[in-house]
């Protein structure tokens, strides 16, 4: 089998807890260069991956040429994101990018269109895709379990905002990365939507803000300002006419991660929790049960099982399922980023272009 060999750029967090070990336990694939402008995640990586000194760079430029990468993957903060990408087509080598995919709908939809008159192949990390239960929604949806959808709540909290001692690191900076939990976690929330509905978003309305205002600077005693969004709260219409409620914050007291997803149709409800990494899902569908013995809770099935490294790979050998989030659905994500952004500042219901 060809072994497609991966270049990593940015060794933060995100690549030595998710990525590095994807790809490890993936299937015709291996990591084979990393590149960092720190010495300390480069040892680090290196060790995880098993690479020597020569297949490690600090200048994306090197990676990327390299002889020994035939793929990108893209893990640094968000304004790098589409630099990175750009120098990846222009070399015609597939990649794959961090959510967001960028910092504004202009930058990423001239990068989508970039790679596709390149020819290259792009890859977003919408990572809740490759989850067995959101999959499974999507085929239960599909198969009419909920009927015509009439209600989405949907929420994603955190208390990682809240962490003592936590640092001004490149989150917290408007320049770097943009946003907050927009793109940190609402670009998330966002794309399954798409991905589990099938819908497109025409309109919203929505709330942000910033509750830990300063941060100590990670070279300095000093403080700065924090310029990302801790929380957003939002209201969105999709095409057929469903509406969703969306509440993201990085800044509620909480044990663990808490996500949940609720639909509600003319037929049937799903409704996902996943506290702490422990997940359920349920279903009422059918005729109304009006004391509720038609609620049962459901497992997926092992066919729904996925995972986001494997899926870039058969991206790049052409053999995906169809179901990857591609350089198009960053785009779309990143335009409903910018509306809500417009429609936070400017606290009025903001209509999102179906164009482009």
């Known amino acids: 089998m060809n072994q497609t060999r991966i270049g990593i750029v940015g060794v933060g967090g995100i690549a030595k807890g998710v990525h590095i070990p994807g790809y490890q336990a993936a299937i015709g694939g291996k990591v084979t260069a990393l590149c960092d ?14 690479l020597d000194k020569s297949q490690c760079y600090t200048d994306y430029l090197d990676l990327i040429a390299s002889e020994d990468v035939d793929a990108v993957d893209i893990c640094t903060p968000n304004n790098l994101h589409c630099t990175i990408a750009e120098e990846a087509i222009r070399k015609g080598k597939p990649f794959s990018v961090e959510k967001p995919m960028g910092l504004s709908h202009a930058e990423t939809a001239r990068i989508h269109d970039l790679a596709q008159k390149a020819g290259v192949v792009g890859h977003v990390c919408f990572s809740w895709r490759y989850r067995p239960y959101i999959r499974y929604m999507k085929w239960l949806i599909s198969q009419g379990v909920c009927g015509k959808l009439y209600h989405g709540y949907i929420r994603c909290i955190k208390d990682s905002g809240l962490w003592p001692g936590r640092k001004l690191e490149w989150r917290f900076d408007k320049k770097q990365a943009g946003t907050g939990v927009l793109g940190d976690l609402a670009s998330h929330m966002y794309d399954l939507t798409r991905f589990i509905t099938g819908e497109e978003f025409t309109g919203i309305s929505a709330q942000t803000g910033i509750w830990i205002k300063s941060r ?30 969306y509440q993201i914050s990085r800044c509620a007291t909480t044990i663990g991660d808490s996500v ?6 003319s037929n049937g409800m799903l409704r996902y929790m996943n506290h702490s990494g422990q997940q359920t899902l349920e279903i009422c569908s059918g005729e109304v049960d009006m004391t509720g013995q038609g609620s049962h809770f459901v497992v997926p099935p092992a066919r729904f099982n996925a995972s986001q490294s494997q899926a870039f790979i058969n991206l790049v050998q052409d053999t995906d399922d169809g179901l990857s989030a591609t350089l198009a659905d960053g785009v779309i994500c990143q335009k409903v980023l910018d509306a809500t952004e417009k429609a936070a500042a400017s606290k009025r219901w903001i209509s999102i272009s179906e164009e482009g």
């Not at 100590?216 to 929380?231: M, N």
């Not at 949940?260 to 149709?265: D, K, V």
Request: charged letters at 25%.
């Open 37 to 50: 402008i720190s010495d300390n995640a480069l040892d680090q990586g290196a060790e995880i991956c098993s």
């Open 216 to 245: 100590q600077k990670l070279d300095s005693d000093d403080f700065a300002e924090v310029t990302t969004d801790d929380w957003c709260n939002a209201l969105v219409d999709m095409r057929s006419g469903l509406n969703v409620t």
């Open 260 to 265: 949940g997803i609720e639909l509600y149709g």
